[in-house]
């Protein structure tokens, strides 16, 4: 991305920002980062601003979720293969799809065998599919992501073991 804001880009997370639930989206590239957010009708419209990508990223502490009224087993999120070595992560933000179309069967479900750079599922982002493709061989233990769920840049989608 060049120094000087893409307007082309900004629509395009827009469009993205309106066609999910998301409440903000943020991109980065080459040092620059946009973030949009999304307020309520009645709020004034959120600023669209580029600031410099921080040298490290650093990680916020997620706020402490509150117990379950019922102590049932905890249902397994993202966030718990969110620094496994064998989590396939999103390469974007975007909306992920684990098939071609609607009708065709997903690339691949638990229990498959996969090689190393086989397509597992698409990144769909300003309107553009991306494979996103296995990172190693092996045999797909969790989908952690449903046809359709917006995801963010690291979220784990998939674990091969």
Do not use: W
């Not at 998301?22 to 004034?44: H, K, S, V």
């Not at 509150?66 to 718990?80: C, I, L, N, Q």
């Not at 300003?126 to 769920?149: E, R, Y």
């Amino acid at each position: 991305m060049s120094s000087q804001l893409d307007t082309k880009i900004i629509s395009k997370l827009a469009e993205i920002l309106d066609k999910t639930n998301l409440t903000e989206l943020e991109y980065e590239d080459e040092g620059c980062r946009i973030c949009l957010t999304r307020g309520n009708n009645n709020a004034p419209a959120a600023p669209v601003y580029a600031a410099p990508a921080p040298a490290l990223a650093a990680a916020v502490p997620a706020a402490p979720a509150a117990a379950p009224a019922v102590s049932a087993p905890a249902a397994e999120s993202s966030e718990d293969y969110a620094n496994s070595p064998n989590a396939v992560k999103s390469p974007m933000v975007g909306v992920v799809y684990l098939s071609a179309d609607p009708n065709s069967p997903n690339y691949v479900k638990t229990g498959d065998s996969v090689s190393e750079g086989d397509t597992v599922c698409l990144i769909e982002a300003m309107k553009t599919f991306n494979p996103v493709k296995a990172h190693k061989a092996g045999k797909v233990t969790k989908i952690l992501v449903a046809g359709g769920d917006p995801v963010e840049y690291g979220e784990p989608l998939i674990i091969i073991e």
